[in-house]
């Protein structure tokens, strides 16, 4: 299959319809691929909508992007389905609470197939924004492999990778969304670990570029890539691909998931297979 990561700027919206031909656009660029993948916090972008008191308020962004729920969902499913490809939609605030979670969409061309929201919160999540977690993974099967999401910040904990890995996930999405090139390779490092120690494929995809409007994503650091683990099946790097720093735009590369079996039943070494083997070893001494 064809896999799209988007390195994806925040633009401004005077109307939704300005946001929809952004989505069809960016959606028809990425040349016929199967799998699409959007950063986390994406969906902020909408808040521009309320105006800039809006856009500039923490609180207010929240709201007025979590305003729009419904209708970027029918938008990603009219995509999805005229394209005949799945996408990972990005992530944004939904209030089903008091304080919001932080959630991505997975789209196919017949519909939802699942949601995904985040695990741990970052300090300036928990600090400053009180978005909240919502824990539980979920495994998506799809006519595409099985998939599972770790967004951002939940990419660098090894035990969720892993609780995906065992429950069968071939493909991780990292959708992120980081403001230094220091918070871009701590999601970068995770990713690639969780694509290492599972012998998996894992996709990560950025926002990119200045925001001067709106506080919370101001300053958007990270360039999209595709890893896999390099154990003989996969590129000696681990990187299937990747795209320029700070640059927007689709990082696309053809991935085969059969290999994913191949790397964890005869890989040059078999981390997958030898975890447990980790699980009693303590201290001595």
């Given at each position: 299959?064809?896999?799209?990561?988007?390195?994806?700027?925040?633009?401004?919206?005077?109307?939704?319809?300005?946001?929809?031909?952004?989505?069809?656009?960016?959606?028809?660029?990425?040349?016929?691929?199967?799998?699409?993948?959007?950063?986390?916090?994406?969906?902020?972008?909408?808040?521009?909508?309320?105006?800039?008191?809006?856009?500039?308020?923490?609180?207010?962004?929240?709201?007025?992007?979590?305003?729009?729920?419904?209708?970027?969902?029918?938008?990603?499913?009219?995509?999805?389905?005229?394209?005949?490809?799945?996408?990972?939609?990005?992530?944004?605030?939904?209030?089903?609470?008091?304080?919001?979670?932080?959630?991505?969409?997975?789209?196919?061309?017949?519909?939802?197939?699942?949601?995904?929201?985040?695990?741990i919160m970052t300090r300036f999540e928990r600090e400053a924004w009180d978005v909240t977690g919502a824990p539980g993974l979920r495994i998506f099967d799809t006519a595409l492999g099985r998939i599972g999401v770790l967004i951002c910040y939940d990419s660098e904990f090894p035990l969720l990778g892993r609780v995906l890995a065992q429950a069968g996930a071939e493909l991780l999405l990292v959708p992120s969304c980081t403001d230094t090139v220091a918070g871009f390779n701590r999601v970068r490092i995770g990713a690639m670990a969780r694509a290492l120690e599972s012998q998996c494929v894992v996709v990560q995809s950025p926002t990119v570029g200045a925001c001067d409007w709106m506080p919370a994503l101001d300053e958007n650091r990270g360039r999209a890539a595709i890893y896999g683990p390099p154990d003989g099946f996969w590129p000696e790097t681990g990187i299937i691909a990747e795209g320029p720093m700070d640059r927007p735009g689709w990082v696309t590369a053809e991935v085969d998931l059969s290999r994913v079996s191949d790397s964890r039943r005869n890989g040059a070494v078999l981390p997958f297979a030898h975890w447990p083997e980790s699980d009693g070893i303590g201290l001595t001494g």
């Open positions: 299959m064809k896999i799209a990561a988007s390195a994806y700027p925040i633009d401004w919206f005077d109307s939704f319809a300005d946001y929809e031909a952004k989505l069809a656009r960016w959606v028809a660029e990425a040349g016929g691929a199967d799998l699409l993948v959007f950063p986390e916090y994406g969906a902020m972008e909408l808040a521009s909508l309320g105006g800039r008191d809006a856009a500039g308020d923490l609180e207010a962004s929240l709201h007025e992007a979590g305003r729009h729920w419904p209708q970027v969902q029918a938008l990603h499913l009219r995509l999805a389905a005229a394209h005949g490809c799945h996408i990972l939609g990005a992530s944004g605030p939904v209030f089903e609470g008091p304080r919001p979670v932080n959630r991505a969409v997975l789209y196919g061309p017949e519909g939802i197939i699942g949601h995904q929201d985040k695990q």
